[in-house]
């Protein structure tokens, strides 16, 4: 089955700077990789997604790219603020199969203001 | 407007009582999904609904168990919580499965067992 592994576990940096987390995957056959965003408590939010027909997406500071050859995505955060800090998880399926969500291990963001 | 409610938002319950968390959805989704997520870890999936079709997770404990009775209602039954069950489950509902569609998630409950 797929197997998402997620780094790193935990990330600081100060406001302002940029922060990328980085999943690999291991099924060719993946083909939906959605970003979650969990703070402290809360329901996980989608805040990003991209297909395998697209290789980066964006929304204005959060971007996502993705290498099919290499199976791995990552996600791109700029200009970041202490709103950020959170838990953001990555995640692949497909479209055969168990079709099911395989998350990675999550990554623990902190901005420091 | 919440779209993918669940009730409680915290359940407290005693070892080996049984306990039902309860999911409710206004999206009109076809799939409904349960999962338990522990502090720190990744949501794990126990089992999804796709319209009536149940799909349990080939490591779901027997002790968990879920009904659909309708589109947008779904039950997670735990029959004998353990002290290890003690964790934040989450709805999540989505239109299909696979790579097309996006997940939605409840805000959870979160789970305590005395």
């Not at chain 1, 780094?7 to 100060?14: K, R």
């Not at chain 1, 969500?101 to 901005?111: A, D, K, P």
């Not at chain 2, 349960?34 to 490591?59: G, M, R, T, V």
């Not at chain 2, 069950?85 to 569609?101: K, N």
Request: net charge neutral; hydrophobic share 30%.
């Amino acid at each position: 089955g797929e197997n998402v592994e997620q780094h790193p576990s935990t990330l600081s940096v100060q406001e302002g700077d940029s922060a990328v987390i980085k999943c690999t995957y291991s099924d060719s056959a993946s083909n939906y990789f959605p970003w979650y965003k969990q703070e402290l408590g809360k329901r996980p939010q989608l805040i990003i997604d991209i297909r395998s027909n697209v290789g980066e997406k964006k929304d204005q500071r959060i971007a996502v790219t993705l290498n099919k050859t290499a199976k791995h995505f990552s996600l791109h955060i700029t200009e970041t603020q202490p709103e950020d800090s959170a838990v953001y998880f990555c995640a692949a399926t497909t479209d055969t199969g168990r079709r099911a969500l395989t998350f990675g291990s999550g990554t623990r963001l902190q901005v420091q203001p | 407007d919440a779209m993918v409610i669940q009730n409680p938002r915290y359940q407290v319950t005693q070892f080996g009582k049984p306990v039902t968390l309860s999911c409710s959805q206004t999206l009109n989704h076809n799939v409904m999904y349960w999962y338990q997520q522990k502090s720190s870890q990744a949501p794990k999936l126990l089992f999804h609904y796709y319209d009536k079709d149940f799909n349990n997770e080939a490591d779901t404990p027997d002790n968990f168990q879920s009904r659909r009775p309708n589109t947008s209602f779904c039950f997670l039954d735990i029959r004998s919580p353990g002290l290890g069950d003690a964790a934040m489950y989450l709805c999540a509902t989505s239109r299909g499965r696979g790579g097309q569609e996006t997940q939605y998630f409840g805000p959870g409950t979160r789970l305590l067992v005395l």
